[in-house]
């Protein structure tokens, strides 16, 4: 037997409003529905839902099918002729339950529409913000790409910027070197007797003169570094205390001017780099020449060498000079830059060292690192990888 199959007899309004809920439910089965009135509300529905429609209610209870009667005409003799000819096996619900039925399955109904609603609410929302991430996305997208494309221009620029850098200072290179062989003559005295005040003035010029040649110098050492010239790419096996005792010897005659004393105790074993050694000679001598120059005389600078773990050797430069500002110690590294308080300290200099010692640095790829306290010193190290 079917469970769940049922009948309704009575079609007016109430009828139609049961019948209508119950189309609802899942599962369930309605097999007849019984009205004398073949015009009535409810059996017109019926008819659209292919229900059987019939007049009078001895088939559905002929029927071994039917197993729930709903009564809904509201007539208290057809509940009771109905109550005494049905087999047992039928459930009879009259009016009043037929009402209670009715307004639980509309409210279930309601309950479910609402949650339909939200369901549908959530998706359409999750549509929106879907469709919302998906044009961020694009438009990150294309943000990146016109980034990259400015990086890259950028990246040109800047090539371009130290080639004509480059150029220029190259073409400065030949004038300034007339400029002093001119100066050298006159204070030799091949263009005649000077006076003392012309020679006071010649003197100065060639002093001024060394003092640019030394700027064009640097600024093509840092060009030349930059374009990554062949020639200063050549990496050979090397014996890195040699190359820093050779670096501390040259700058020994300025740290003497100064009664400047370098400590420098030479390590036992040897450690050997893989690297340039004009490069590294040059990076050492920035180092030590920045630790003489930005110390008061008298002073001393220790320079150490040091293994550090089992593949590495660290060279320090520490002095106890003037110190860089914590402001600037981020700074140092950019081209032209100099602190006010070594401006002040040592008038002779361009900012372009630490340039040029960063750039070696990275083209041996390390970096250097600098510690320093105001009035107190400064300490520059510079870790190698042991070839
Ligand atoms: N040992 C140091 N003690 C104090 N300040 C330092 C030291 N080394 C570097 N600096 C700071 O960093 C700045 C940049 O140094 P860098 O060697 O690049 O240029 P510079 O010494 O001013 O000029 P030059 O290019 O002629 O060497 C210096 O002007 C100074 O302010
Ligand atoms: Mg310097």
Partial sequence: MNEGVIALIGAGNGGLALLKVLLDIPGVIIKYVCDINPNAAGVLFAK???????????????????????????????????????????????AEGSRIIYNLLDAYNEINLNLNEYKNNLEQKIIERTEELERTNVELEKEMLEYEKLSHKLQEMNEEKTKYLLYATHQLKAPFAAIQSYVDIMLEGYAGQLSHQTRDIVLKIRERCKMLTNVIKEMLELAKLKSRDAEDMIIERLDITDILAASIQKCKVIAQAKDIKINFKPPLESFY??????????????????????????????VIINKTGASQVSIAVKDHGIGIPEKNIGLIFNEFFRSNNAVEFHNNGTGLGLSIAKEIAEIHHTNIHAESIVGKGSTFSVIFRLA
């Fill in 48 to 94: 659209q839902h292919n229900i059987k429609f019939i007049t009078s209610y001895g088939t559905i209870l002929s029927d071994g099918e039917v197993n729930l009667i709903f009564e809904a005409t509201g007539n208290p003799d057809v509940f009771k002729d109905l109550s005494v000819k049905k087999s047992p096996e039928i459930s009879l619900i009259g």
């Fill in 273 to 302: 780099i893989r690297g340039n050694a004009k490069q590294i000679d040059i990076l050492f001598t920035v180092l030590i020449e920045n630790a003489i120059n930005y110390s008061a005389d008298g002073t001393e600078i220790d």
